[in-house]
C-alpha cells in the first residue's frame, strides 16, 4: 500500500500568514493528489484534485503544485474561515486509496 | 445540488451487526464507482470499501473484508454497507462518497453515520 505523510502534523499562524502544508507518498503517483480540508463536526470537503486543480467554488487563495511523490498545498494569505484540518489522499494505486495523517491549521 | 444521506449508524455490541445505507441524489449515480469511508475520532479518514457502478466489482480494505459487504441499488440510487462482526476498531462516522472519476477524487461526502462498538 501507498503510504501517505503530511508535515508538519500542525501548525500555528496568523491572519494573512501564508501557509505551506507538504505531503509525501511512499512511490510515485503521478498527479493523483487530492487535497480536503475538514472542519469539526462536518465531513471533509475537496478542495484541489489531481495535484493543481482547484474545486468550483474554492478560493483562489488555495492552491496546489507537485507530481511523483512531493507535493504541496498553499494558502496564500490565510483566513479565519481557513483554519482546519487539511488532508491529502493519493488516488494512483489502488486499492486502497490512502490519506495522510492531516495537517491541523490553528490560530497563533 | 449533490445530496448524500447516511443513515444505521448506532451503538451496538461487538460481535454485532449493523447496515448503513446512503441515499444519494443530484449526480450520475449509476454512472459512478461508489465508495465507503471511515473517520474514528481523532483520525484521518480511512477508506473502508468501494463498488463498481455496475455493482459487480467490489473491493475492502484488508481489515474489514471478509466481515462487510458492499452492495447498490442503481433503480434506488441507494449504497449499502452490511456490517458483521463489528469490533471496537470499527468504531467511526462513516460517509458514503462518489468517485466520479476514475482515479479521480472523492468529489462530494455525507454527513455521515456514527457507529460506535461497545459492551
Known amino acids: 500500500d501507498i503510504q501517505m505523510t503530511q508535515s508538519p502534523s500542525s501548525l500555528s499562524a496568523s491572519v494573512g500568514d501564508r501557509v505551506t502544508i507538504a505531503c509525501r507518498a511512499s512511490?510515485?503517483?503521478?498527479?493523483?493528489l487530492h487535497w480536503y480540508q475538514q472542519k469539526p463536526g462536518k465531513p471533509p470537503k475537496l478542495l484541489i484534485y489531481t495535484a493543481s486543480n482547484l474545486e468550483n467554488g474554492v478560493p483562489s487563495r488555495f492552491s496546489g503544485s507537485g507530481s511523483g511523490t512531493d507535493f504541496s498545498l498553499t494558502i496564500s494569505s490565510l483566513q479565519p474561515e481557513d483554519f482546519a484540518t487539511y488532508y491529502c489522499?493519493?488516488?494512483?494505486?489502488?486499492?486502497?486509496?490512502?490519506f495522510g495523517q492531516g495537517t491541523k491549521v490553528e490560530i497563533k | 445540488e449533490v445530496q448524500l444521506l447516511e443513515s444505521g449508524g448506532a451503538l451496538v455490541q461487538p460481535g454485532g451487526s449493523l447496515r448503513l445505507d446512503c441515499a444519494a441524489s443530484?449526480?450520475?449515480?449509476?454512472?459512478?464507482?461508489m465508495n465507503w469511508i471511515r473517520q474514528a475520532p481523532g483520525m484521518a479518514p480511512e477508506w473502508v470499501s468501494s463498488i463498481s457502478p455496475s455493482g459487480a466489482t467490489t473491493y475492502y480494505v484488508d481489515s474489514v473484508r471478509g466481515r462487510f459487504t458492499i452492495s447498490r441499488d442503481n433503480s434506488n440510487n441507494t449504497l449499502y454497507l452490511q456490517m458483521n462482526g463489528l469490533t471496537a476498531e470499527d468504531t467511526a462516522i462513516y460517509y458514503c462518497?462518489?468517485?466520479?472519476?476514475?482515479?479521480?477524487?472523492?468529489?462530494?461526502w455525507g454527513q455521515g453515520t456514527r457507529v460506535a462498538v461497545s459492551s
Open positions: 443530484g449526480f450520475a449515480f449509476s454512472g459512478s464507482a
Open positions: 512511490q510515485r503517483i503521478n498527479r493523483n
Open positions: 462518497a462518489p468517485r466520479t472519476v476514475t482515479g479521480g477524487p472523492f468529489d462530494y
Open positions: 489522499q493519493q488516488s494512483y494505486i489502488g486499492p486502497p486509496y490512502t
